[in-house]
């Protein structure tokens, strides 16, 4: 007979709420924080008492930029007054969060159990956006205000029958999952242009108040349906075998791909808790060996991706319908096949532990969007596809102890290591894929069989011809090929007659190198806590290498319009009697494309990306307990943090940390931040 | 007893629950098969776009949209024909000037095939134009043989794609491709593929890359082919809007064509067709005041306030707004423009009175830099009709006068004393000078200068010999603007590039040759 036993339920929820004031940080907008702030002119100030505004601005016409003072030009690209920018300019929003799960649930007997679980996470983000009427990137339309919303809102539904039973000394789990999970966005914006008078800007979008409309939304979802069976058996506590297969259906797939199987296997022997072992208990407490093999697949591939797409496209004020999405019937499963071996040691009652794990990751059929020759006007020249695989493969170390040990000392030390190596394995039809930034502006790496994956591809930069101050780049032969400054045209060069005139000579994709892997070959960390009577004091080391960066930043800081220059341009070749470092050529106006190979990357900016980071510092007092629980409290903590504390790197660029795939480009650098908090329990 | 059938309802009621719960939650995600099936909400698939009459004249209206705005790294920036036809063609040429960083790429002929944009998405957008226009084409057929529509309503979108395939491909032809007159010259003889079909996924776009450069004239035989079909298919504008094709313009631009082909007696022939239909206005300055009620426009491209080339493309934006393209004085100061021009008046030129550019010029005919609803002009009357000046001239036709004085009288302050006669020009030499010239004044800042430098190189008469002589990039001084003094180059004014220098044609982008193997051993000679 059934008996049904106890109920059980759950519900839990957290609401946060976030306001935000925000930077535009788009890394080629004119006032872009990054992008505008390092290009200023060193010698125009800030404020002119002067001007309307007070701010040193130059407007004329339709053009509005940040003064020129006493330099006889304009700044180049119509940089404008990041200040008055910063302090006239709104973007903020306002986050309303809910996350909440609910559960309920039957024991059917003391073995089996049935639960049914529900979860809602819905993110509302409300924006205002104001880009002034006086100056800066509203100034040409007379001011644009918008006002935003986007709701997010994700739930999970599942149903778990769960299987719980010992039978002597073996132990079974077994547990069957059915999941469903939904994702939808929706997004409004309404706001316009041409407002009446900068008042009006400041509060969002105000009816009336500006004669140019604009609005819109967009509407995307996802959805994602699963069958799960976990298995787990342990016999002792001292042998482990785990194995579990799903079954996932994915929204985003054509429907004849749709579904993909997706097995795990993992053993592991707790050979510590073995008899032979007791004897030796003392020193060696723990030891345990691990092997496991899993098979999963990404489901973050964009929401539509193999679909052709007619989308709006407007003619004058008419409306109308264009291609927008080039779509690929065929798409299938991207896939992960990962296969982990590891041992972990415990010594002296676990107090050092050690371990060590030697892993491989084959992705398999990797999406991406490829391109396809532009004759064909597809939207973007991309159409997604499985583009082919790669391989990592590597080994991990972690240690961990308590050096001392002691009632009012304790000083705990862990650390840990990864090495890493990354290849791709296979292309579609084998043949190369670039790889381009900024709306395809910059060409910097390449995927390709055999390299590690997205690895940066240029020319190979000489150095400076000390003759005349061109640069001079390796051409795939070995050969070298200088750069005319003034007319960009290439000629021979010979380093041991530089001024020699040259024969004519070609600098071609087929002189293009690989120049640096991306991906850090090794990385860990180091952490330390000294625990002292009531004060406790911690930091935490970070460290990582092997990868190198391609510094835009640093080439923008060399540009030949009028903005400003980095310190670099002081080495640069000035005439034969004065070459400069060697490294930097000549300057001449308005030929960054000649002297820096703007839109190509070439080894003269790609620089080792290793660092040591002391991260985050820690130093915190307790107050006693007997004085904490007079007061009706159980602890009452306060404490001080120092993050992003300090840098040891040869990287020239602010932080080697925030490159985008191996790219630093007008990044936004991490601030370091000093807090003082306390924690209080009651 | 009591107890117990307590104990049975309170176990029932547990089964009850804990069944009900089960039933409801499985029910409710039981159909996921269907609820995998997720259509977007902001497009459309592409199986249901060419099923209706009313559809179909969107997918037209999309393809309008190509040509006006254009894709320039994520901005519609008026690629190719809202405002980069003008800009870029002008550019390239001597007769305006870039005054900042903005053309200078182009201004200097310092160009790669990866770095400098402005040439990169000329070709990138002119094929997405092209694609469209092919993917309209074959909707349409498609059906038509369903038939949804029927032909004869939906001939006349096909002739306005086949008129956007061949201009765009002519369009092409001017910057990547050597001259037609050009035949057994040193630059190579390959045109530019001609697509005929459309691509929308991975399956049509592998099937249609087979594709090579071919040969000037097998190119130019395509073009004048779809001009011909899109003059069949089109109706006559008449007194319907400017802002889309007809008939007309097909034969305009046919003028044009075979002016390049120096088939002189097929510009007359198609020029002819014309007369009656179009008429000089006035006043030059009409056309700019007027875009769509003016007597001479052909076919111009809309742009309205909510939808145009922004303010880093549009044409007002550019020269009027952000004064980034100047008149150059090499034009200003050249004799045969009479000092009294009315088009040198401040409706058709903005000379600001004070500030850095003062007493500069710069072209007004495009004079919304606020909103930016000026319409671009593709084709307008006053050129055809130089161009059957130029054929008659060449063909010892003295007729040509009338032509020209038609287009050139109205600007002038005083046309009985200032009106070209019979007899002042003696030699054709002069005669095509002078038309030529004329043609430069009229079309100040309307993209139509490079054209007849690339197809005049090594002419009989009135030879260019590459990318000619310019002003320095940079705001020409006021002092440089003297009417009748012809400026003089010195030190820091661009040299001019023979047209055997690589320079002179635009290379194929790196990103074309980089994804397709066959135009990589395509590329132009030297890049």
């Known amino acids: ?122 993110s509302i983000t409300d924006g205002r956006l104001y880009w002034n009427k006086v100056h800066g990137d509203g100034f040409a339309s007379g001011g644009i205000v918008e006002g935003n919303n986007l709701n997010m809102l994700r739930y999970n539904i599942q149903n778990m029958l769960t299987f719980d039973k010992a039978f002597g000394s073996h132990n079974l789990l077994l547990t069957l999952v059915q999941e469903f999970q939904h994702q939808r966005s929706n997004y409004i914006f309404g706001g316009g242009s041409g407002l009446a008078d900068d008042y009006f800007g400041q509060g969002g979008p105000i009816t009336n108040s500006y004669t140019v409309q604009t609005s819109g939304g967009s509407i995307t979802e996802s959805a994602l349906a699963s069958y799960i069976a976990r298995f787990n058996y342990n016999f002792a506590k001292k042998y482990f075998l785990q194995a579990s297969v799903r079954r996932d259906g994915l929204s985003q797939l054509p429907y004849a791909n749709r579904w993909g199987t997706f097995p795990g296997v993992s053993v592991g022997w707790t050979v510590s808790n073995e008899n032979f072992m007791q004897s030796i208990r003392p020193t060696l407490s723990d030891l345990k060996l691990r092997a496991s093999y899993a098979k999963v697949g990404n489901t973050d591939i964009g929401n539509y991706p193999f679909m052709s797409l007619y989308g709006n496209a407007r003619y004058g004020d008419a409306t109308g319908l264009a291609l927008i999405q080039g779509g690929n019937p065929d798409l299938k499963w991207e896939t992960s096949v990962k296969y982990d071996y590891g041992v972990d040691f415990g010594f002296f009652n676990n107090r050092l532990t050690l371990s060590a794990d030697y892993f491989i990751n084959d992705q398999n059929d990797i999406i991406l969007d490829r391109p396809v020759s532009p004759l064909l006007g597809i939207p973007n020249n991309n159409i997604r596809q499985n583009i082919g695989a790669s391989k990592n493969s590597g080994i991990e170390f972690s240690a961990n102890t308590d050096i001392i040990k002691k009632s009012d000392l304790v000083w705990n030390v862990g650390a840990n290591v990864s090495f890493v190596k990354n290849e791709v394995t296979a292309l579609v039809d084998g043949s190369d894929i670039l790889y381009n930034i900024d709306s395809n502006r910059q060409q910097v790496g390449i995927i390709r069989i055999g390299e590690s994956i997205r690895s940066l591809y240029g020319f190979e930069y000489w150095g400076v011809n000390p003759a005349n101050g061109n640069p001079v780049y390796f051409k795939a032969d070995g050969s070298l090929v200088q750069q005319d400054a003034m007319t960009g045209a290439y000629t021979t060069f010979n380093a041991s007659n530089p001024g020699a005139a040259g024969s004519a000579a070609s600098l071609v994709a087929a002189d293009k190198k690989i120049l640096g892997n991306t991906i850090p070959k090794y990385f860990g960390a180091f952490n330390t806590s000294v625990k002292y009577k009531n004060f406790d004091l911690g930091a935490l080391v970070r460290f990582s290498g092997g990868n190198k960066i391609l510094n835009l930043t640093r080439r923008d800081l060399l540009g030949m319009d009028f903005t400003n220059n980095s310190t670099e341009i002081l080495n640069r070749w000035q005439s034969p009697s004065n070459p400069g470092d060697g490294w930097t050529p000549r300057v001449i106006a308005a030929r960054s494309a000649y002297i820096n190979m703007d839109g190509i990357a070439t080894s003269r900016f790609v620089e080792d990306g290793s660092f040591v980071k002391i991260d985050n510092i820690t130093l915190g007092y307790s107050l006693p307990k007997d004085l904490v629980q007079s007061i009706g409290m159980s602890q009452f903590r306060i404490f001080t943090t120092v993050q992003n504390a300090f840098i040891f790197t040869k990287y020239t660029g602010i932080d080697p940390e925030l490159e985008i795939n191996g790219v630093d480009f007008n990044t936004v650098p991490r601030q370091r931040t000093l807090s003082v908090g306390l924690n209080a329990s009651f | 007893m009591k107890k117990y059938s307590f104990k049975l309802n309170s176990k029932l009621k547990n089964i009850a629950f804990g069944l009900g719960y089960l039933v409801i939650a499985l029910s409710s995600t039981s159909c996921s098969d269907d609820r995998l099936d997720l259509q977007p909400y902001n497009s459309i698939q592409e199986e249901t776009i060419f099923s209706s009459p009313a559809l179909i004249e969107q997918a037209v209206m999309g393809m309008y949209n190509a040509a006006q705005r254009g894709d320039y790294a994520g901005a519609g920036r008026g690629y190719p024909f809202g405002a980069a036809y003008h800009q870029q063609n002008d550019m390239r040429g001597e007769d305006m000037v870039n005054t900042a960083t903005f053309y200078q790429a182009t201004y200097m002929s310092a160009i790669n095939g990866s770095a400098t944009l402005n040439n990169v998405y000329y070709w990138l957008d002119t094929y997405r134009l092209i694609n469209r226009a092919n993917l309209l084409i074959e909707g349409i057929d498609k059906a038509v043989t369903k038939g949804l529509v029927t032909a004869a309503a939906t001939n006349r979108f096909k002739g306005e794609a086949l008129f956007f395939r061949a201009i765009s491909h002519f369009e092409l032809l001017k910057h990547f491709s050597r001259p037609y007159q050009l035949t057994g010259s040193e630059l190579y003889d390959f045109g530019v593929p001609y697509m005929t079909k459309g691509s929308t996924d991975l399956q049509t776009a592998l099937a249609n890359s087979d594709v090579d450069r071919e040969t000037v004239s097998a190119s130019y035989v395509k073009v004048l082919a779809d001009l011909d079909a899109a003059e069949a298919a089109l109706p006559s504008k008449g007194t319907s809007t400017v802002y889309r094709i007809w008939k007309d313009a097909a034969i305009a631009y046919k003028t044009i064509v075979k002016l390049h082909k120096r088939d002189w007696a097929g510009v007359i022939a198609e020029a002819n067709k014309l007369d009656g239909k179009f008429s000089i206005e006035a006043d030059p300055n009409t056309p700019w005041a007027n875009n769509a009620g003016n007597k001479e426009s052909i076919f111009s491209i809309q742009n309205t306030a909510t939808n145009n080339p922004t303010v880093n493309g549009a044409l007002a934006s550019m020269n009027r707004g952000r004064l980034l393209i100047a008149i150059s004085p090499v034009i200003w100061n050249n004799q045969m423009w009479k000092a009294d021009d009315k088009r040198r008046g401040s409706d058709m030129v903005y000379s600001p009175t004070a500030g850095a550019t003062a007493n500069r010029k710069y072209t007004n005919k495009y004079k919304d830099d606020v909103n930016r609803t000026d319409a671009s002009p593709i084709v307008r009357y006053a050129e055809v009709l130089l161009n059957r000046a130029e054929a008659k001239a060449r063909l010892g036709d003295p007729t040509y006068l009338a032509d020209l004085n038609a287009v050139r009288n109205r600007s002038l302050a005083n046309v009985s004393t200032q009106a070209y006669t019979a007899s002042t020009f003696t030699t054709m030499a002069d005669q095509v000078n002078a038309i030529v010239t004329e043609k430069r004044i009229e079309f100040i800042g309307e993209g139509k200068r490079w054209g007849d430098i690339h197809r005049l190189i090594n002419d009989d008469l009135v030879p260019t010999t590459g990318i000619p002589q310019k002003f320095k990039n940079g705001v020409p001084l006021a002092t440089n603007y003297n009417p009748g003094t012809p400026y003089v180059f010195g030190a820091g004014d661009i040299a001019a590039i023979p047209y055997t220098d690589r320079r002179f044609l635009w290379p194929i982008p790196d990103v074309e040759v980089n994804a397709n193997p066959k135009l990589k051993a395509q590329q132009n000679k030297g890049w």
Do not use: C, E, H
Not at chain 1, 44 to 50: E, M, V
Not at chain 1, 62 to 84: L, Q
Not at chain 1, 103 to 116: E, F, P
């Open chain 1, 1 to 122: 007979m059934l008996i049904i036993g106890q109920k059980f339920s759950y519900i839990s929820s957290i609401l946060i709420i976030f306001d935000y004031d925000g930077l535009n940080n788009n890394q080629s907008a004119l006032s872009g924080a990054m992008y505008n702030s390092l290009r200023q002119l060193p010698n125009t100030p800030i404020y002119d008492p002067k001007t309307p505004t007070g701010y040193n601005i130059f407007t004329q016409g339709t053009s509005s930029v940040v003064g020129p003072w006493k330099n006889n030009a304009i700044i180049a690209n119509g940089i404008s007054n990041i200040v008055y920018v910063l302090n006239n300019n709104m973007y903020t929003s306002n986050l309303t969060r809910f996350i909440g799960d609910v559960y309920a649930g039957v024991k059917i007997t003391d073995w089996l159990k049935y639960r049914a679980q529900f979860g809602a996470d819905n």
